[in-house]
């Protein structure tokens, strides 16, 4: 794989026996007890998450996020939660951390469709529309991806100079809170942010959320301002859609 590909993935760095102990771990007695039941090995579920398993496929994904649904609603979405937060190997000092995750999160091809079999299962565990959850989570990685595009890429067409100066759309649009965002995340460091959205996307309340933004055709804007309620610099702050995730 090239520069951004599967080198740079934690979970392929990771042997496949350390990653059916971080599941073992992550799911916990009563995790296993449910993926016993719907015979799934702690090592099958290690599969889906690891890059560098051939079972790591659309197809196996889905099948192993519906077994576990039935048994136990509440064990996917940890096994989501915990591939999420360790996708990224390491993220290089001053890179663009947005940008950093969504590379090694969606990517492109196999590993896109990966994706949203992945965040389809987690909704489906919550009872939400998995097309409209992988649409908006969808959306919402294209806002992370956009942190990396310069402003001239991200100013709306036939806006000029001058109502840039009147600070009109863009001092309140998609750009200024883009860069907020940004801000955000550097402050905060790769490792706190990638912890936190993974905890936000298998979080009830924001899969609710996400699903209402699908249904309701929201605009970029509206998913970037939900994005920027998710990302909270100091971890002992209580409020926004984290607040029952919280441990």
């Not at 090592?43 to 048994?71: C, F, M, Y």
């Not at 097309?131 to 294209?142: G, H, L, S, Y």
Request: cysteine-free; overall charge positive; glycine content about 8%.
């Amino acid at each position: 794989a090239g520069k951004g590909g599967v080198e740079e993935l934690k979970l392929a760095r990771a042997t496949h026996e350390q990653i059916t102990n971080d599941v073992v771990n992550v799911v916990g007695d009563s995790g296993v007890a449910a993926m016993a039941k719907a015979n799934i090995k702690p090592g099958k579920a290690a599969d889906i998450i690891s890059p560098a398993s051939k079972e790591n496929r659309p197809k196996t994904i889905s099948a192993v996020a519906g077994s576990l649904n039935k048994q136990d609603e509440t064990v996917f979405p940890k096994l989501a939660r915990y591939w999420l937060e360790n996708t990224v190997f390491k993220t290089p000092r001053d890179a663009n951390i947005g940008v950093v995750f969504e590379k090694a999160a969606r990517g492109e091809g196999v590993q896109a469709q990966n994706f949203d079999a992945m965040i389809a299962g987690v909704a489906k565990a919550k009872g939400q529309d998995s097309k409209r959850v992988v649409t908006a989570v969808n959306k919402v990685m294209d806002v992370l991806k956009a942190t990396g595009e310069t402003k001239a890429l991200r100013t709306p067409p036939g806006v000029t100079e001058s109502v840039k100066a009147e600070g009109g759309l863009l001092s309140r649009g998609p750009l200024g809170i883009i860069d907020t965002i940004s801000d955000k995340m550097r402050n905060m460091g790769a490792k706190k942010f990638y912890k936190q959205f993974a905890e936000a996307m298998v979080s009830d309340d924001s899969i609710k959320a996400l699903e209402k933004l699908a249904r309701t055709d929201a605009t970029r804007d509206q998913y970037a301002a939900f994005l920027n309620t998710l990302i909270v610099p100091a971890r002992d702050t209580t409020g926004g859609l984290l607040a029952g995730e919280q441990e």
